[in-house]
């Protein structure tokens, strides 16, 4: 039922400081980035752009966020032309290794290859699972250019065909802690990375507000724009994150277990969210995840990753588009069924790994 799919992963082995890139980014904080660039090339609206009261100037406005105009293509990335057959991400035989020739020495990652293609008008949403310390998050600092974690020990990144020697604003990251500012209202966290960016997008004060405000809508936290975060619960805490960095429309969203922290209810409604805003976005989605349900739920592809030194050891397609509420298609039998599957996988791989360890011992 489940298939392996047919780019660039095989199945088996081989297959901070807070403000530190905070000007390339929509966000924050302990240990917490975020950067987020105009859309790809596009020159103009989204036609899903809401209607709602003043919406006339608030399109002009979405179509300087949104559009490419002289000055806003990322300065690492150059804003891809429209179609361009440039893969999304791509990894070849990366590697990293920390605290390399030291007696903390640690293989986090080992020739990780991949190669995510535009989906034009869609984006791509791949999910990432594997047991603690297998390199996930080292993946996605990686994407994100952060330099902690740059250079990869060995092989080459590129995102849209540009190496990866930094962040950069087409990329956006949303964490597990919420990650806002605690001093600052919902209002200006959201506002935050199109201040950094304020000049380039030529926005006044009042064309952030709006933009801003817009965000909170529809992250559905309307009436709170003038709280601050300890005043929210951890659910609206994350929807400020996921506002604040999705402002700035990221052609890349990287989230390292964004709805970890949350409780099950809660949960399902993020999941809910994050359906909603993906397919709105279209943007290419690398999501960490320890929930196997929720893998299988919003990926279109689900790497299962080896216990340490991490390598992609299986990439999984078909999995069931989400259509239905979360909750309500997570309880249907024939979901649970693939996440059984999944689940199998996941522990043969698990224990394959261990054994070969044990027996090279
Ligand atoms: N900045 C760093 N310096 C040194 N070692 C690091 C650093 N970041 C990660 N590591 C090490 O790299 C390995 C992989 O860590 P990583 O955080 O990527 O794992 P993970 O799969 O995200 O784990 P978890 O599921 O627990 O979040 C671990 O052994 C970790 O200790
Ligand atoms: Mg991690």
């Not at 406005?61 to 990335?77: A, I, K, M, N």
């Amino acid at each position: 039922m489940l298939k392996e799919g047919e780019t660039g992963v095989k199945d088996g082995p081989g297959g901070p400081a807070l403000l530190e890139e905070s000007k390339s980014a929509g966000v924050p904080l302990e240990g917490g980035r975020s950067d987020g660039e105009p859309a790809p090339g596009a020159g103009g609206l989204p036609s899903e752009v809401p209607s709602r009261p003043g919406g006339g100037w608030l399109r002009r406005l979405l179509g300087r966020v949104w559009s490419s105009p002289p000055g806003s293509p990322s300065p690492d990335t150059p804003a891809p032309e429209p179609g361009s057959p440039l893969p999304v991400v791509e990894f070849r035989h990366v590697s990293k290794v920390f605290g390399e020739g030291t007696r903390q020495e640690s293989v986090a990652l080992r020739d990780i290859n991949f190669c995510i293609q535009d989906v034009p008008g869609r984006g791509e949403f791949i999910c990432i699972i594997g047991p603690s310390g297998c390199g996930k998050s080292t993946l996605l600092n990686l994407i994100a250019g952060f330099s902690t974690h740059l250079p990869p020990t060995t092989g080459e990144m590129y995102v849209y065909g540009q190496p990866i020697t930094g962040p950069g604003r087409d990329r956006g990251m949303i964490f597990q802690k919420y990650s806002s500012y605690p001093h600052r209202t919902v209002l200006r966290n959201v506002t935050f990375g199109l201040e950094m960016h304020r000049r380039e997008l030529g926005l006044s004060r009042r064309e952030m507000d709006d933009w801003a405000r817009e965000w909170i809508h529809r992250v559905h936290l309307d009436g709170n724009e003038r709280k601050y975060p300890h005043e929210l619960s951890g659910g609206m805490q994350q929807r400020v994150a996921i506002a604040r960095t999705l402002a700035l429309k990221p052609r890349i969203i990287l989230m390292d277990e964004p709805f970890s922290a949350l409780d099950e209810p809660t949960r399902y409604d993020m999941q809910d969210l994050i359906v909603e805003l993906w397919q709105e976005q279209q943007a290419t989605v690398f999501m960490v995840t320890h929930s196997i349900a929720e893998a299988c739920y919003l990926g279109d592809r689900v790497w299962i990753f080896s216990p340490a030194p991490g390598t992609i050891a299986k990439e999984i397609r078909d999995l069931p588009l989400p259509t239905e509420p979360a909750l309500v298609q997570q309880s249907r039998p024939e979901f649970e069924e693939v996440v059984r599957e999944v689940t199998r996988e996941f522990q043969r791989i698990v224990t394959e790994k261990l054994l070969e360890q044990k027996r090279a011992q």
